[in-house]
């Protein structure tokens, strides 16, 4: 998609087409950049302060403190969680992916990691974007299950064919099992150029599955065939992790603890939010503030019609309302500069020399999430290097340039990838809880850290999940009722009209029945 041209709102303001490269794995195409020159602003002497009635941190000894008595790659269970230690690569905006093996022999595929959708699925045919994909005819361990399936996702599709094979992570447990996977055939939109994976691993439960329920995702497959527990946990380090060249320009990483947490991956302490419902990991978000300044909408709005934590959408997304509010806020804290509207809008860059990026005139983004006590919640604090996405594809040695990673959503709010590198997120599926800590490689300025914080006091916090309109049984019927009654109505003319016909063909005479007949050519 050819990028959206806008006319120039200050003289200062220099737009540059951008002429190659992919952006976010959940964007269209690519926007402008501007270049702004930064400003001389006094520098912020202090953190922001925090509400008055915001709490000391709960961390066991000290968080910092603690971080260096834990071994790196804990493990649990008699599950050793050193291999799975920076299994995670690439790029930022592209999503994370881990290496699988798939098939006898082995095949090797990029997968991406995503919490937001049920389905394995992985490349099965050529195409210009895959460097490699999944030949099931050269693995003697594939079955076919002789059925097809359809998977439509915010942007981008696919379809492929249904079967099973053998699968292992080799930097996981260390165990092989049998699982669903679909064999992609066709796609539009779905794998990103330069993006080095080859297909998806939903991690969500069975109710999203396609093409219904009864197909097994994939982690409810390792967890009954195996020993590994029902709990994977996640660092995806951003522009926190340090940069391997070798793997590709400007690649990233992190971790995909399977069957545990790994407290050397966190500092502090883990705070639970419970799983309203197994589909999606729907959450439920009672507050968001700009600056510490509450939103003061109703809680239902942000939870409009749910809020899901995935980590295959790059954005925070915004219901329609709430996104409009706190982009309102969020222009007002960073009004020392001036930006177009379509940088608000994710349809334009902003650049500043590099080293340059005024990150403390922009404010921090609070999300209060429910605790497992439902009169209690906990906020995550996120920074401006989160919600600033860098983009390197048009950043030049001179220069950073950002994209503005919140947008608005016509299906709830999504906490994106941009939100989980701040944090290591756990998705505890056997208690049904998802825990949230400020992760070891989350960026953050000499001034401000993102954090974890709690507990806050409120009433009936459950009351802000938004429950879709159910429509009862008896109402049903009545509407059924109706509909029949005005059925019989246009019915009962018909009914006559045709008894009147036959009542005439009885007693009209057989010749000028005939004549009748003859007319119709």
């Known amino acids: 998609m050819e990028p959206l041209v806008l006319q120039p709102l200050f003289v200062w303001t220099t737009f540059t087409l951008i002429s190659s490269g992919q952006s976010a794995a959940d964007d269209s195409g690519l926007p402008l950049a501007i270049r702004v020159p930064l400003r001389q602003v006094a520098r912020a002497e202090a953190p922001p302060r925090l509400p008055p009635d915001a709490p000391q941190d709960r961390e066991r000894g000290g968080a910092r403190k603690s971080t260096a008595r834990r071994r790196r790659g804990a493990s649990v269970g008699g599950i050793s969680f050193v291999d799975m230690i920076d299994n995670l690569r690439g790029k930022s905006g592209q999503g994370y992916y881990v290496e699988m093996a798939v098939g006898s022999p082995p095949q090797k595929l990029n997968i991406l ?21 999944y030949h099931r005819s050269l693995s003697s361990s594939y079955r076919d299950q002789g059925r097809s399936v359809y998977v439509p996702y915010t942007q981008g599709r696919w379809e492929g064919e249904l079967g099973t094979d053998l699968v292992s992570v080799p930097h996981g447990p260390n165990a092989t099992l049998r699982a669903n ?96 419902r197994e589909w999606y990991y729907e959450v439920i978000i009672v507050r968001i503030e700009v600056n510490g300044q509450d939103l003061n909408m109703d809680c239902k709005e942000y939870n409009y019609d749910k809020s899901i934590v995935d980590s295959g959408t790059t954005n925070l997304r915004l219901p329609r309302k709430v996104f409009q509010a706190a982009v309102k806020a969020i222009e007002a804290a960073s009004s020392t500069e001036q930006f177009p509207s379509g940088f608000w809008l994710g349809e334009q860059l902003v650049c500043w020399e590099t080293g340059t990026t005024p990150w403390h005139i922009f404010p921090v983004i609070s999300l209060y999430l429910m605790s497992e006590n439902h009169n209690q919640s906990f906020r995550i604090s996120i920074l401006p290097q989160q919600y600033l996405r860098p983009v390197e594809d048009v950043a030049s040695a001179q220069e950073d340039c950002y994209k503005f990673a919140v947008s608005q959503s016509s299906t709830g709010t999504v906490m994106g990838a941009v939100i989980m590198e701040g944090f290591y997120v756990v998705f505890d599926r056997e208690k049904k809880r998802i825990g949230f800590a400020v992760s070891t490689c989350h960026v953050h300025d000499e001034f401000r850290t993102a954090s974890v914080k709690g507990s806050f006091h409120g009433v009936d916090l459950e009351d802000c999940g938004y429950n879709i309109p159910q429509t009862d049984e008896s109402t049903l019927m009545t509407i059924a009722y109706i509909m029949a009654g005005i059925c019989a109505l246009f019915m009962l003319p018909l009914c006559l009209m045709v008894c009147q016909w036959r009542f005439a063909r009885c007693f009209h005479p057989h010749g000028d029945f005939a004549d009748d007949i003859s007319l119709l050519k």
């Open 113 to 133: 990691v995503d919490t937001g959708s049920s389905n394995f699925a992985v490349g099965a045919a050529a195409h210009p974007f895959l460097r490699r994909y």
């Open 181 to 276: 996977i679909a064999a992609i055939t066709q796609s539009d939109r779905f794998f990103i150029n330069g993006s080095n994976w080859e297909g998806i691993l939903g991690l969500a439960y069975a109710d999203i599955a396609r093409p219904d329920e009864t197909l097994e995702p994939f982690f409810d497959s390792l967890v009954r065939q195996t020993s590994v527990p029902n709990i994977f946990s996640l660092q995806l380090c951003g522009a926190g992790f340090t940069q391997n060249y070798s793997l590709g320009s400007a690649t990233v990483g992190g971790s995909m603890i399977i069957g545990g947490v790994d407290p050397s991956l966190y500092v502090g302490e883990l705070w639970y939010t419970p799983i309203r």
